[in-house]
């Protein structure tokens, strides 16, 4: 398979600290690739990175084959690559539909038609199961309605990559059951290939197809679900970092 998004030797300092030591990732398009790592292994950093919040110190990015390291956030978001943030952030006093709305109208393929941004927002609602709350306030929603949301959000700029930021932490065992089958389908049914960082070890291990695992900015292991789990030094970080589910 095609390789889609490549990091190549990504550093990131932050003054004297070292949040990213040479880490090298590389996804296959339609693949669902999770990235997991103790509290403050740099997981986020790397997806500020990748969409463009900031550059990194040292190293580059590719998307589809060409360096996009340094690109502004609205630049990377318009070449087909969305994020969902760890803290969600709708705008509380706008409704889901105008929420999604926005990312309708900001989206890759900019729409100046606004009925076609309104339809797509509609079945992008529906297809993450919000369609009853279309017309509340984001701070009327629920945890689980408000992620939910700002995935809707992301998926509305109809992205090729979707980078997702903890999406099921704080969710009833339900609901996380949900959230993996939406996760999946959006691969299978809408052809999104998926970055995601996930703290609850059994729905990142059950869904996808490869691990990376970094551990104070550095990438220690990488491989299938199976490999990962049954990894020495992976097993070390999580028991010595005292983690996890
Ligand atoms: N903008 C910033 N300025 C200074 N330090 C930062 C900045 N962003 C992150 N850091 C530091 O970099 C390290 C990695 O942070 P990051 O948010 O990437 O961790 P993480 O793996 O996402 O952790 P968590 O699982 O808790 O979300 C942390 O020590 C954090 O304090
Ligand atoms: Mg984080």
């Known amino acids: 398979m095609e390789t889609i998004l490549r990091g190549e030797s990504i550093t990131k300092k932050f003054g004297g600290f070292t949040a990213l030591k040479n880490v090298e990732f590389n996804i296959k398009r339609g693949e669902i690739l999770g990235l997991i790592g103790p509290n403050g292994a740099g997981k986020t950093t790397l997806f500020n990175i990748i969409s463009g919040a900031f550059p990194p110190t040292a190293g580059r990015i590719f998307f589809e084959g060409r360096d996009v390291t340094g ?17 969600v952030r709708p705008f509380n006093n706008m409704s889901t539909l105008d929420n999604v709305l926005s990312g309708a109208l900001f989206g890759k393929d900019a729409v100046s038609d606004l009925k076609d941004a309104y339809e797509r927002s509609l079945s992008i609602i529906n297809f993450v199961g919000l369609e009853k709350k279309k017309n509340k306030l984001a701070k009327e929603l629920t945890l689980h309605e408000r992620k939910m949301l700002e995935l809707a959000r992301a998926l509305a700029t109809n992205p090729k990559i979707l980078l997702i930021d903890e999406l ?9 059951q949900e959230t993996m089958r939406l996760i999946g389908k959006i691969r299978d049914e809408l052809g999104v290939t998926i970055f995601w960082i996930e703290h609850v070890m059994r729905a990142v291990m059950g869904l996808a197809d490869r691990i990376i695992v970094l551990a104070y900015g550095e990438k220690i292991a990488e491989g299938k679900p199976f490999e990962i789990a049954n990894d020495k030094r992976v097993i070390d970080v999580y028991l010595g970092g005292g983690l996890i589910e």
Do not use: D, N
């Not at 690109?71 to 803290?87: D, E, V, Y």
């Not at 099921?168 to 996380?176: S, Y």
């Open 71 to 87: 690109l502004k956030p609205h630049q990377i978001c318009k070449l087909g690559i969305a994020r969902t943030f760890q803290i």
């Open 168 to 176: 099921i932490a704080g969710l009833t065992p339900l609901e996380v």
